[in-house]
């Protein structure tokens, strides 16, 4: 494994863990998105019949997940919650690990499930996450987590970068970047989970003002981690004209502004031998044609009857 300071680095981790400890406290007023995902995980937990001995909640937060999965009755008393901030570990119950979620201390094949809450979107190096997560299940082992997608946050993203032109003749990095689920799917076959899924819901949160959506993501400790970001404390010509340039294109009928979340759930089994496979090409046995009722026609030939078409 090398070291942090040899990997491409994205997002200040150092930044992100101070500014979580800070905000400990105020979190949970604010972390509406992490229960609501936390509720999802366990929604579609409900419908594996498996009995999931040893469990990681990654990236445990104030430990919402945990305590969700505990009332189920999944992983009971062996959930291991681990997150970079000492604070927030400190309202979890059980067994806790301080750790970096982006560096695991986790022996191999010795969990049975590992799920995440909104936590993976800001590693730097997600494809190695999901590889050591990979190697951290047991065979025929379970990753569920869920973090943000392509579409979050772009209407504060749009309203920065027009801002900033308008009041400082150029823009830097405001927002934070999220990747697109398809890109997502990808790193599940990359990191060699069995049976990957890649499936992504859009939600619309409503709020006041550009402002209180800022001031949540502050609470929240998602303020502006890029280690690329700027240094100069914001205008406060620019940051009206956020405001201002969000309300103008992004208000809603009932006089709130509209801030859009893409969550995006990964899927993926540790492979095992039990597992469904895909058939050997040439080995089926049944006719696609025949399944669909229809003639089969050659390819590049037209079905009799077709006209050709011509421009």
Do not use: C
């Amino acid at each position: 494994m090398t070291s942090s300071d040899q990997r491409i680095r994205i997002f200040d981790r150092e930044l992100l863990r101070i500014r979580r400890n800070r905000h400990a406290d105020t979190v949970s007023a604010t972390d509406f998105l992490h229960r609501r995902a936390a509720d999802d995980i366990l929604e579609r937990l409900s419908f594996i019949r498996r009995d999931f001995s040893m469990v990681l909640d990654l990236g445990a937060s104030t430990g919402t997940l945990t305590q969700r999965l505990r009332e189920a009755g999944i992983g009971r008393d062996r959930i291991i919650s681990l997150d970079l901030s000492e604070r927030l570990l400190s309202g979890s119950s059980g067994l806790r690990v301080l750790a970096e979620e982006e560096l695991l201390p986790i022996r191999s094949a010795s969990l049975d499930l590992v799920v995440s809450a909104l936590s993976l979107q800001l590693v730097n190096d997600l494809p190695g996450t999901l590889l050591q997560i990979r190697h951290a299940l047991k065979p025929d082992g379970l990753m569920l987590v869920s973090l943000l997608g392509g579409m979050t946050l772009h209407e504060l993203r749009e309203s920065f970068a027009h801002a900033e032109a308008e009041t400082t003749g150029g823009a830097s990095p405001r927002v934070i970047p999220f990747a697109d689920v398809r890109e997502l799917g990808g790193l599940l076959q990359r990191a060699d989970f069995a049976l990957p899924v890649a499936d992504s819901e859009t939600l619309e949160v409503g709020y006041a003002s550009a402002l209180h959506l800022m001031r949540d993501l502050r609470a929240l400790g998602w303020a502006n981690p890029l280690v690329e970001r700027s240094r100069r404390p914001l205008r406060r010509d620019t940051l009206r004209r956020v405001a201002e340039i969000y309300q103008e294109r992004h208000a809603r009928p009932d006089g709130k502004v509209r801030a859009t979340f893409e969550v995006v759930t990964l899927t993926g089994w540790a492979p095992h031998d039990s597992q469904q496979k895909p058939l050997r090409p040439g080995s089926a046995k049944t006719r696609l044609a025949d399944a669909l009722g229809t003639a089969e026609q050659p390819a590049g030939e037209k079905p009799s009857g077709e006209a050709s078409k011509t421009d």
